[in-house]
T-cell receptor, first 111, second 116 residues
Framework: QKEVEQDPGPLSVPEGAIVSLNCTYS??????FMWYRQYSRKGPELLMY????GNKEDGRFTAQVDKSSKYISLFIRDSQPSDSATYLC???????????FGSGTKLNVKP | GAGVSQSPSNKVTEKGKDVELRCDPI?????LYWYRQRLGQGLEFLIY????????KSGLPSDRFSAERTGGSVSTLTIQRTQQEDSAVYLC??????????????FGPGTRLLVL
């Protein structure tokens, strides 16, 4: 079983839709959770970072963590064509610097 | 300011040859990571450097892979006797390497390696 599971998609939505991206994980020791966005032929860039259960909002993006279910989500409101990219979740344990990444979900927002 | 840079951006090599991939981290970043990303896959951790500490090599897939970091700055990932399965994008990332909030990784654009 992989440490982090993520649906690869692709996910295709119309502009303005609410997008929900999800990851599940098996290691209950994971404490820090991140979402990265990766455009084609570019390196990933950090979108959201959280270390507690609950919601964290930043503009159109909301990260949600449910440690009891080992499940994290990223919501994108009012999605734009510029949001079209691959979204990767990542996580790590408290005192370890090794990050575990999901395989990424490819999102396409149609104008 | 300058971000993480990697060279070459693309590398085509023949099976059995050695390759060296270079990463220039952001100035002042003490932590440096190498990842491998196969087509359509997520990032696979290879190795982690933090300051002068011994690197965490737990992700290196075989003894054909090695990496060094000179002077706490530039890093080189070397793959010896390349195999076709080594074809992937190799990504480097750096971070401040401190406590919570300082481990945000900044990624380079990657080196696309194709082994024929």
């Amino acid at each position: 079983q992989k440490e982090v599971e993520q649906d690869p998609g692709p996910l295709s939505v119309p502009e303005g839709a609410i997008v929900s991206l999800n990851c599940t994980y098996s290691n209950s020791a994971f404490q820090y959770f991140m979402w990265y966005r990766q455009y084609s032929r570019k390196g990933p860039e950090l979108l959201m970072y959280t270390y507690s259960s609950g919601n964290k909002e930043d503009g159109r993006f909301t990260a949600q963590v449910d440690k009891s279910s080992k499940y994290i989500s990223l919501f994108i409101r009012d999605s734009q064509p510029s949001d079209s990219a691959t979204y990767l979740c990542a996580m790590r344990e408290y005192n370890f610097n090794k990050f575990y990444f999901g395989s990424g979900t490819k999102l396409n927002v149609k104008p | 300011g300058a971000g993480v840079s990697q060279s070459p951006s693309n590398k085509v090599t023949e099976k059995g040859k050695d390759v060296e991939l270079r990463c220039d981290p952001i100035s002042g970043h003490t932590a440096l990571y190498w990842y491998r990303q196969r087509l359509g896959q997520g990032l696979e951790f290879l190795i982690y450097f933090q300051g002068n500490s011994a690197p965490d090599k737990s992700g290196l897939p075989s003894d054909r892979f090695s990496a060094e970091r000179t002077g706490g700055s530039v890093s080189t990932l070397t793959i010896q006797r390349t195999q076709q399965e080594d074809s992937a994008v190799y990504l480097c990332a750096s971070s401040l390497g401190g406590g919570v909030g300082q481990e945000t990784q900044y990624f380079g654009p990657g080196t696309r390696l194709l082994v024929l």
